[in-house]
């Protein structure tokens, strides 16, 4: 098994993906439910592997759990979740034990506007 062995998730449905595995979510960076697909092709790929789930950014983290659930309904073992970054701190909840799965290159927290301008919101720092 090599790094070059991935499989990616569609939010879009494709011709090919009538039959997909489908996870529900909600994301703060698109309006309203979406749907996770993952191609019944691909299971092979994940069925009692141990996995690595990417994503770029987490904020709330309803997409990165709806990737996660996709992947352990697939088979797979979710040992590490690899972000760019993580944003404020609403996915801690969302995700859970998982939460600790997680592995970013950095970590950005909410702003506020105030009278002086815009300054981070404490409680969104980790």
Known sequence: MSLDNYVILQKSPKI????ALVQHISSITSKGEQRLL???RAIPFL????VVVVDD????????K???ELA????????????ILTEARDWQETLGP????????AHIPQFALGKDGWSPIPETFL
């Open 66 to 68: 709806g990737s996660v």
């Open 98 to 105: 998982d939460q600790a799965l997680i592995h970013s290159l």
């Open 38 to 40: 993952l191609d019944r």
């Open 16 to 19: 090919h993906l009538g039959d």
């Open 47 to 50: 069925a009692g592997k141990r």
């Open 57 to 64: 950014v987490v904020a709330s983290g309803s997409s990165l």
């Open 72 to 83: 352990r309904s697939a088979g797979a073992e979710v040992v590490g979740i690899g972000v």
